[in-house]
């Protein structure tokens, strides 16, 4: 059986990202950050994604060092928060984000949201990135409409795109977007925090498969080109998000969920181009 922890992905500018990484939002609590971390890396998760408003990036530090796993092996993004986009902020506290997780690069570093200062925060990743501060550089939470007035303006094309994708908000529009521009998709809530098993057809496909709703709707952004972050503080979770190679579903499968109807939609609003 093919170990999907070790299937990569080719981003834009040559560097290759992990397809499954380990989220950690609402991983502030120390033990259990660590304690989750390190069973992520035991089992052989190499790619973890973080953020600056999640407040953990010291929690990771500890995990990374007592895992022993070298930091060379491990794919480690994280993102400015919304507050810190001008051009200087953006410097500083990407230092800082070093300096918590005790390393001196970061894999990949996103915009957070786009703000009506995203681009002075890119500007400065942009620069960070020539320097050699960091490896790939993108955005999150971008529409279609923000990314056709951000491309014309930056030098270096985004990597990444970080979005809430499931099959509550499928987001065909950006996916498609950004699969013609070369922008990889990440998505986030992918298990809408486990409520995904609440649609029927999610239900009767994890049933015809023996597998759980979580494994349907992460197996159905992969199956999509989609790069997924499950988050859990389980073990028995976090060992489940990846087990998905036992099946595959069918394109006829693929595009019920993406047309299914959306009665259960947790956070996603329609946005304008650099909203605050
Ligand atoms: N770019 C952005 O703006 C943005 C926004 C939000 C999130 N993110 C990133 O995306 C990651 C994933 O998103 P998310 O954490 O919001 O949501 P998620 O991964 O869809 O769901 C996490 C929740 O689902 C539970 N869970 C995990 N695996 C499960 C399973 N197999 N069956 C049932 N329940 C399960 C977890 O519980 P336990 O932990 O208790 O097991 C947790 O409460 C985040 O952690 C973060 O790294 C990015």
């Known amino acids: 059986m093919k170990n999907l922890l070790k299937s990569t992905r080719v981003l834009n500018n040559g560097v290759e990202i992990p397809i499954i990484g380990l989220g950690t ?10 304690d989750s971390i390190k069973y992520a890396l035991e089992i052989g998760y190499r790619h973890i994604d973080t953020a600056e408003y999640y407040q953990n990036h010291k929690h990771i530090a500890k995990a990374i060092k007592e895992s022993k ?96 994708l499931n099959p509550s908000v499928p987001r065909n529009d950006v996916v498609d977007f950004c699969n013609e521009h070369n922008i990889a998709v990440t998505s986030w809530q ?57 099946f595959e579903l069918t394109t006829e499968e693929i595009s019920k969920i993406n047309t299914m109807t959306k009665d259960l939609n947790l956070n996603y609003e329609p946005v304008d181009p650099f909203r605050k």
């Open 25 to 34: 939002y609402r991983m502030e609590n120390e033990q259990q950050a660590v």
């Open 69 to 164: 796993v070298p930091r060379e092996e491990i794919f480690i993004t994280s993102k400015i928060w919304n507050d810190y986009h001008d051009y200087d902020q953006t410097i500083a506290h990407f230092e800082q984000i070093l300096e918590e997780l005790e390393t001196d690069y970061l894999d990949l570093c996103l915009v957070h949201w786009p703000t009506p200062k995203a681009l002075s925060c890119y500007q400065a990743l942009q620069d960070l990135y020539n320097a050699g501060k960091v490896r790939a550089i993108g955005v999150s939470n971008f529409t279609v409409t923000d990314l056709e007035a951000f491309l014309p303006q930056v030098n270096i094309k985004p990597v990444m795109n970080q979005i809430e």
């Open 190 to 246: 992918t298990i809408m925090k486990g409520q995904v098993g609440d649609f029927e057809l999610i239900q009767q496909l994890a049933k015809k498969y023996d597998v759980s709703p979580a494994q349907i709707a992460l197996k159905w952004a992969l199956q999509r080109n989609v790069i997924i972050i499950p988050k859990s503080v389980t073990p028995s979770r976090i060992f489940e998000n990846q087990d998905l190679d036992k």
